[in-house]
């Protein structure tokens, strides 16, 4: 993550990853505004290019070659990447609503959340259908759908509703591919039906005579039956009816018609037409709420009305960003004038396309060559990144609306006190944390629910305290999910020696800046991080605050534990097998992250298991009888399985290929990018017997990879062990494994204690 030396002045907040937003990313990131930080807010962290889509669905691209890395694409402007959906927007707060998280504030907000058919329009089609949008939802079913063919056998119905360009094109491009696929597999190319549907009496209805006329011959020739001036009127489970009396029994029914906005856009106040899109001004803001701009299909540009086409939302782009630092920095934003004319680019699946451009219309395979090459130059403006300047490190306030700001933000670069000067301010620290619950405990007699200058605990009788700390700053923009991970970290300790988490203390560092902005660091950081010690029945009972450059955060935890019941590194018994509960490769995984050579999915599973508490592990654990546990963190897998092997008196036999590993941690691994403590973590290798024949091995690296949140490493008796695996699984550690067995320490041999086999 880039950490920027000026002083966070103004947010500027990004719903939705579409064709315009991914344009204002580039152009930020190519010249940012000091003072000005953006923030995307995304359900998806891989976003399609429409204009690919057809092509992907026949067969000519990869996922990846159709879709734009979000996670990615913001490491590279320095906006920060919030996976989440958002379901509401508080204007008068100036909050986006998020689902599963806390509210985001914003100064500064815009749209490009695209749009979907209106499935709820016909009865059943809801339940029945799959709407073409949200891309990830039809993929989805789209995969399933090819999966099925391999299995299938006898005829295969597909209905399409929609005959727009959307419709007709996915129609070509389905059909093309599912053939191929039937032909591959020796089955007959003839049992696939296709049936198109359209309440309009023309196909394409919004481009010309020409455009309409090849596709249509397109079609007949394709055997695809047109029903058109009869809308669809029930959908079913296998069956589609229609006004005019059909009935068509259908193995699968897509729906590509008239889209509109999402319904929760009804209930911000916000400027909307009856389709639900917002109504915008020439400069892209929202007629009612200056502060707000739309973008792609999301807006209706009132004095310039168009169709809902890509080609509009890349154009969008570059005038949105202007406007966007425009209005940042005080200026008044500029009106935008879209073209009259474009481009449309048709293609028929099997690589031919139509163009045209007002009434002229070409046709043939070279416009299909034309419209890949125009398609990958666009895709490679945003997977081939240039290197970007440095950022300035002067103190610039351009983007403080007020002289009290101004002052706040000279402040926050200039030289700053040190000791308790560097704290965080109290009226600050007691807005972020009010809103907090923390859970409360009857063995808590002095905490945040009554603070004083440090908490007071009382010990059961008959137990045992277990105290651990940790602290690491933050590998992550997402301060919301930096908490949750921070936190999971530290109570893996705890989890780990079979103890029960009692309470914590957090000790933070947030960067310098302006109060407001301070505030909700904090507030995002702590709520994560709140949620996770609640789960564990965990109660913050204090911390401490203070100023630096990087974003950090760290626990003292104490535990409570019968002392008759202690897991701990030493308790490894020769014939035990090890089994290890979550995957490794966290640490290539964000080293990569920082470089832009990590996929955004790879990050996403990373966080996923980060995030997932060793609670029920452990308690599974000790259920079948284990004594000798760790929580895999910044040693490695190896580093941690020597301290294990070595107080225990035994060896150990390590199974590569049974490691369970992160997806994409190989790749990066193998692309030499390791985390700053591998090196360290290295030196251990003198614990390896032969290890010299192992260096040359894809998993080699990875027994050295330092973990963040990792899993549970332990010994189970052998003949328990396969059963602790299936119930590890079956409480949601899908990635358990047993990776090797613990032998009896060879005196007359080697002095290693950990052999390594394929």
């Known amino acids: 993550?880039?950490?920027?030396?000026?002083?966070?002045?103004?947010?500027?907040?990004?719903?939705?990853?579409?064709?315009?937003?991914?344009?204002?990313?580039?152009?930020?990131?190519?010249?940012?505004?000091?003072?000005?930080?953006?923030?995307?807010?995304?359900?998806?962290?891989?976003?399609?290019?429409?204009?690919?889509?057809?092509?992907?669905?026949?067969?000519?691209?990869?996922?990846?070659?159709?879709?734009?890395?979000?996670?990615?694409?913001?490491?590279?402007?320095?906006?920060?990447?919030?996976?989440?959906?958002?379901?509401?927007?508080?204007?008068?707060?100036?909050?986006?609503?998020?689902?599963?998280?806390?509210?985001?504030?914003?100064?500064?907000?815009?749209?490009?959340?695209?749009?979907?058919?209106?499935?709820?329009?016909?009865?059943?089609?809801?339940?029945?259908?799959?709407?073409?949008?949200?891309?990830?939802?039809?993929?989805?079913?789209w995969l399933a759908l090819l999966s099925r063919i391999e299995n299938h056998d006898g005829p295969l119905t597909v209905a399409v509703v929609g005959a727009g360009a959307g419709g007709v094109e996915l129609t070509l491009a389905m059909q093309f591919r599912l053939k191929n696929e039937l032909k591959q597999r020796g089955k007959d190319p003839g049992q696939l039906h296709f049936h198109l549907f359209d309440a309009a009496d023309e196909i394409l209805p919004t481009h010309n005579p020409k455009v309409r006329e090849v596709f249509r011959r397109t079609l007949s020739q394709r055997g695809v039956k047109v029903h058109l001036g009869s809308p669809v009127s029930k959908v079913q489970e296998g069956l589609l009816l229609t006004e005019s009396g059909e009935t068509l029994q259908t193995d699968e029914v897509l729906w590509v018609t008239r889209a509109g906005g999402p319904e929760w856009l009804q209930d911000t106040g916000l400027a909307l037409d009856d389709g639900l899109f917002l109504r915008v001004r020439d400069t892209l803001q929202v007629e009612n709420d200056d502060s707000i701009f739309a973008a792609g299909d999301i807006a209706n540009v009132v004095n310039h009305p168009r169709e809902k086409a890509g080609v509009f939302a890349v154009r969008q782009g570059p005038p949105l960003a202007d406007n966007l630092k425009r209005l940042a920095t005080g200026k008044d934003p500029r009106d935008f004038y879209p073209q009259k004319k474009w481009l449309a680019l048709i293609s028929t699946g099997d690589k031919y396309a139509v163009a045209s451009r007002g009434d002229v219309q070409f046709d043939g395979a070279?416009?299909?060559?034309?419209?890949?090459?125009?398609?990958?130059?666009?895709?490679?403006?945003?997977?081939?990144?240039?290197?970007?300047?440095?950022?300035?490190?002067?103190?610039?306030?351009?983007?403080?609306?007020?002289?009290?700001?101004?002052?706040?933000?000279?402040?926050?670069?200039?030289?700053?006190?040190?000791?308790?000067?560097?704290?965080?301010?109290?009226?600050?620290?007691?807005?972020?944390?009010?809103?907090?619950?923390?859970?409360?405990?009857?063995?808590?007699?002095?905490?945040?629910?009554?603070?004083?200058?440090?908490?007071?605990?009382?010990?059961?009788?008959?137990?045992?305290?277990?105290?651990?700390?940790?602290?690491?700053?933050?590998?992550?923009?997402?301060?919301?999910?930096?908490?949750?991970?921070?936190?999971n970290h530290s109570l893996g300790d705890v989890f780990a020696m079979g103890a029960e988490a009692q309470s914590a203390t957090a000790v933070a560092t947030v960067p310098y800046g302006i109060e407001s902005k301070v505030e909700d660091v904090v507030y995002q950081m702590m709520s994560g991080a709140v949620e996770v010690l609640n789960e564990a029945g965990c109660a913050l009972v204090g911390g401490h605050t203070g100023e630096g450059k990087e974003l950090a955060l760290g626990f003292a935890v104490n535990g409570l534990i019968d002392p008759e019941e202690v897991m701990s590194k030493g308790g490894l018994k020769a014939g035990d097998a090890l089994i290890l509960t979550k995957p490794i490769g966290t640490g290539t995984l964000f080293a990569a992250h920082a470089k832009l050579a990590a996929k955004g999915r790879w990050i996403d599973s990373a966080l996923a298991s980060m995030i997932q508490s060793n609670k029920a592990a452990a308690d599974c654990l000790r259920k079948f009888g284990s004594?000798?546990?760790?929580?895999?963190?910044?040693?490695?897998?190896?580093?941690?399985?020597?301290?294990?092997?070595?107080?225990?008196?035994?060896?150990?036999?390590?199974?590569?290929?049974?490691?369970?590993?992160?997806?994409?941690?190989?790749?990066?691994?193998?692309?030499?990018?390791?985390?700053?403590?591998?090196?360290?973590?290295?030196?251990?290798?003198?614990?390896?017997?032969?290890?010299?024949?192992?260096?040359?091995?894809?998993?080699?690296?990875?027994?050295?990879?330092?973990?963040?949140?990792?899993?549970?490493?332990?010994?189970?008796?052998?003949?328990?062990?396969?059963?602790?695996?299936?119930?590890?699984?079956?409480?949601?550690?899908?990635?358990?494994?047993?990776?090797?067995?613990?032998?009896?320490?060879?005196?007359?041999?080697?002095?290693?204690?950990?052999?390594?086999?394929?």
């Open 627 to 758: 004594k000798a546990c760790t929580d895999v963190t910044g040693f490695g897998l190896l580093g941690h399985l020597v301290e294990m092997a070595k107080p225990s008196g035994v060896d150990a036999e390590l199974d590569l290929s049974a490691i369970p590993i992160l997806p994409g941690a190989e790749e990066t691994a193998a692309a030499g990018i390791l985390s700053s403590l591998q090196p360290a973590n290295i030196r251990l290798r003198r614990g390896i017997r032969d290890q010299e024949k192992w260096v040359n091995h894809a998993r080699y690296p990875l027994i050295f990879d330092p973990q963040t949140a990792g899993g549970l490493l332990a010994s189970v008796a052998a003949d328990k062990a396969e059963e602790c695996v299936r119930e590890l699984k079956s409480l949601g550690y899908p990635h358990t494994a047993i990776i090797g067995r613990i032998t009896a320490q060879d005196e007359s041999g080697p002095i290693e204690p950990i052999s390594l086999r394929d």
């Open 366 to 487: 070279w416009v299909w060559r034309w419209k890949d090459w125009i398609d990958r130059r666009f895709m490679k403006k945003f997977n081939d990144l240039p290197p970007m300047e440095e950022e300035s490190k002067l103190p610039d306030t351009a983007a403080a609306q007020n002289a009290e700001e101004a002052s706040q933000a000279i402040s926050a670069v200039a030289m700053r006190c040190g000791g308790c000067g560097a704290k965080v301010g109290s009226t600050v620290l007691s807005r972020a944390l009010g809103e907090l619950k923390p859970i409360e405990r009857d063995d808590i007699l002095i905490g945040l629910h009554a603070p004083d200058d440090a908490a007071v605990l009382t010990v059961p009788p008959g137990k045992a305290v277990v105290h651990t700390v940790d602290f690491f700053r933050a590998f992550i923009d997402d301060p919301y999910i930096f908490g949750k991970v921070a936190a």
């Open 1 to 141: 993550m880039r950490t920027p030396d000026q002083p966070v002045l103004r947010d500027i907040v990004l719903i939705g990853g579409g064709h315009s937003h991914v344009g204002v990313l580039k152009r930020f990131a190519m010249n940012p505004v000091p003072g000005v930080r953006l923030t995307l807010i995304c359900r998806d962290t891989h976003t399609p290019y429409s204009g690919m889509l057809p092509g992907y669905v026949a067969g000519h691209y990869s996922y990846d070659d159709v879709h734009i890395d979000l996670s990615r694409l913001a490491e590279y402007a320095g906006a920060r990447f919030y996976r989440a959906e958002a379901m509401g927007i508080d204007c008068d707060r100036k909050r986006v609503i998020c689902r599963g998280r806390p509210d985001v504030p914003y100064d500064i907000l815009s749209i490009n959340i695209g749009s979907s058919p209106r499935v709820n329009e016909v009865e059943g089609a809801s339940d029945h259908a799959v709407p073409v949008k949200p891309i990830t939802g039809f993929n989805n079913r």
